[in-house]
């Protein structure tokens, strides 16, 4: 269990010294949350729902954050191929389902706090929250999509040796 944390641990501080990383991950979804959201408020008619269309678009917003958030973590498995990383790992005394599960855990874990702050981001934006339940569904299905996801995308990143062939898959 060392082995999954001390892998999860290096996601979580390659995630949180990437400020970049944090901000453009963050910055399409609100940008289109913004602009499509209000721009289209009085264009497309939510009536039936009860809702501003912003409101409409914030659960695909967020979905969509965390799936390709989840999915393109697999590029760090190429990224420590190329780089010798992933060769050190593999010949340590550790099983490669530790190296797998702790890779999955760390790409999920990234994807779905990115999924987190676009909800508080969605509240600041008016979003009103009903049923406090419904938040925590919507937190479990955010983790389910995460961590089945990242398996994929490391699924399809431990076959490739190229990012730009993983990118277009």
Do not use: C, H
């Not at 082995?3 to 641990?9: F, R």
């Not at 989840?70 to 992933?86: A, E, N, R």
């Not at 961590?147 to 699924?155: L, N």
């Amino acid at each position: 269990m060392d082995i999954v944390y001390t892998i999860w641990l290096r996601s979580m501080k390659r995630y949180v010294r990437s400020k970049s990383r944090i901000v453009g991950s963050i910055a399409m979804p609100l940008f289109l949350l913004v602009f499509l959201g209000f721009g289209l408020n009085s264009v497309v008619s939510t009536t039936s729902l009860g809702q501003q269309y912003v409101m409409f678009l914030v659960p695909g917003m967020v979905a969509m954050s965390v799936l390709f958030t989840s999915v393109f973590s697999g590029i760090q498995i190429i990224w420590d191929k190329q780089f010798g990383f992933l060769k050190e790992t593999l010949i340590a005394p550790v099983s490669r389902l530790e190296i797998m599960f702790g890779q999955t855990v760390g790409g999920a874990t990234t994807a779905v706090i990115q999924g987190i702050i676009l909800m508080v981001l969605a509240v600041l934006l008016g979003l009103r929250i009903n049923n406090p339940i419904g938040f925590f569904i919507a937190l479990g299905f955010m983790v389910l999509v995460g961590i089945s996801f990242t398996a994929f995308g490391i699924a399809i990143a431990s076959r490739m040796d190229d990012m730009t062939g993983f990118q277009l898959i």
